[in-house]
């Protein structure tokens, strides 16, 4: 079963920030949070990860909660092409722990 | 950087047929894995290997199903014989080292039995 939760939509407009949010109150130590998205017909696309520090790569921000029970992926510049389901996923550091994917949030950027 | 690529895109064919998806991981990754994507059950993990080995088989559904990774640039899915149930979307992924790192997923084919 997934270990987050994710509200099923979100609408945001072109060129503001997207702001996704992520619960994982469940959370254990060994337990890193990634992102990924789908775009139609595409497969899974990954996005950032982390553990406990707040990141940032090209294309997001990662925004951990001290608790680390909920975080938030920031989309800073949303464009139309960034139309896409987001799956946020917890998992386990050791191998083998596979990934679990949700239902995620189904984000629209609108013109 | 070539991706996972994975053929073929697309596969439509009868019911009882040998059906076989091909993958290709990035070039460099140890692990690869195979998932199907449904509406009704989302994406799933049927298999994964590392080294060539396949470590995990528990997601795949029934005897019909069997996966092969004769060396590290090369993996294929099977399904033989095919079965309606088994129309979804295939995608294979790839990643390198230890389990914190991400994996990388094709397009996938989107399989059709008619």
């Known amino acids: 079963d997934a270990k987050t939760t994710q509200p099923p939509s979100m609408d945001c407009a072109e060129g503001r920030a997207a702001n996704l949010p992520c619960n994982h109150s469940?959370?254990?130590?060994?337990?890193?949070v990634y992102w990924y998205r789908q775009i139609h017909s595409q497969g899974p696309q990954y996005i950032i990860h982390g553990l406990k520090n707040n990141e940032t790569n090209e294309m997001a921000s990662l925004i951990i909660t001290e608790d680390r029970k909920s975080s938030t992926l920031i989309l800073p510049h949303a464009t139309l092409r960034d139309t896409a389901v987001y799956y946020c996923?917890?998992?386990?550091?050791?191998?083998?722990?596979?990934?679990?994917f949700g239902p995620g949030t189904r984000l629209s950027v609108l013109p | 950087d070539a991706g996972v690529i994975q053929s073929p895109r697309h596969e439509v064919t009868e019911m009882g047929q040998e059906v076989t998806l091909r993958c290709k991981p990035i070039s460099g990754h140890n692990s690869l894995f195979w998932y199907r994507q449904t509406m009704m059950r989302g994406l799933e993990l049927l298999i994964y290997f590392n080294n060539n080995v396949p470590i995990d088989d528990s997601g795949m559904p029934e005897d019909r199903f069997s996966a092969k990774m004769p060396n590290a640039s090369f993996s294929t899915l099977k399904i033989q014989p095919s079965e309606p149930r088994d129309s979804a979307v295939y995608f294979c992924?790839?990643?390198f080292g230890t389990g914190r790192q991400p994996q990388h997923f094709g397009d996938g084919t989107r399989l059709s039995i008619l």
């Open positions: 469940t959370i254990s130590g060994n337990e890193y």
């Open positions: 992924a790839s990643s």
């Open positions: 996923i917890v998992r386990d550091n050791n191998y083998g722990q596979n990934f679990v």
